[in-house]
C-alpha cells in the first residue's frame, strides 16, 4: 500500500461523485459462491454490468479483510480492462449529529491468479451498528465514462473475551494509532509468522500506513500465571508496507498478544509486560 496515492484516490472518488450520474439497485441476499472459493458479500446492478465484492467467507469482520472485486459484462464475462477505484464509509448518527469516517483500505489492483476481477484489503476500524452503516461506494469506468456504485455492507464484530485482531490507541504523541493482524490467521503451537498493519489516523478520512516503527511482541497465558513463550521476533516494516515478524505460542489455548509501538526506541503506545504489569493495553487475543 502507498499511502501517498490515498489522497488522488480520495479526490478522483470525489470527482466521480460530482461527474456520474448514479442508478443502481442492490441485491442484499448473497448468492452461490464462485469457483475462486471467494463468496459474494454484496452485489449490485449498474448500467448492465454487475458488480460483486467478494471475501474468503462471505463476510466482513472489524479488522484486516482481504477482499476482491468483479465486474461482469451482460454475458457475464467478467471485465479486466476497468479503471476501478472503492472508497469505504461509515455514516454514523450521533446525538442528532450525522458523522461520516473511513478507514485504512488500499487501491484495488488487478488480480494476479485465479478468476479476473480486482483485489485489495480493508481495515474496518468499527462494526455495524444500529448507530452506523457501512457503504463501500465503487467508481468503475469500462472504457464508457465513470459511474457509481454503492454496495452496503454489513460489519460484524471481531473480538470477544478470547479474541481480538484489531485494535486503536492513541500515542504519547496525541495521534490516533491503528494495528490489525493480519498472520496469524489460524494459530498453531510453536512458532508463527506474524503480520500487522500500522495505521495512523490523520483525518475521518485519512489513515496512512505508519513507515519505519518497531512494534514489540510479548504473548502471554493470562490463565497460567501469565507465561511467555520463545521464538517472538520484533516486527519491522517489510517492502510490503506491513510489519513483519514471528509470535511463539508454546502450547494451545489462550493467548494474549501483548505489544508496544516504538518510534526510533521511544514508546508511543503500549506497556512492556513486567512483574508490576501483567498486561498491555494495546495487544490481540488468540484461542486455538
Ligand atoms: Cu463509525
Redesign the pocket.
Known sequence: MRSEHRPLILSLGLLALVACKKEETTEPTPTSPPPSGMQVVQSATDAGYTLELLSASGTLDVGYNDLQLRIKDGQGNAVSNATVSWLPL?T?EMGGNT?Q?SCPYSALTATTSGPVGYQGHVVF??ASSA??TWVITVTYDTGHGARQVDLPVNVTTSEGEFRKRYTSAVGTDGTTYLLAMIQPSAPTTGINTMVVGLYKRVSSMEFPVVDGYTIRVDPRMPGMGNHGAPGNVDLTQGTDGFYHGAVGFSMTGYWKINLVVEQNGSVLCGEPVTTGNEGSSVHFKVNF
Open positions: 461509515m454514523m458523522h469516517h476500524n468499527m448507530m452506523g
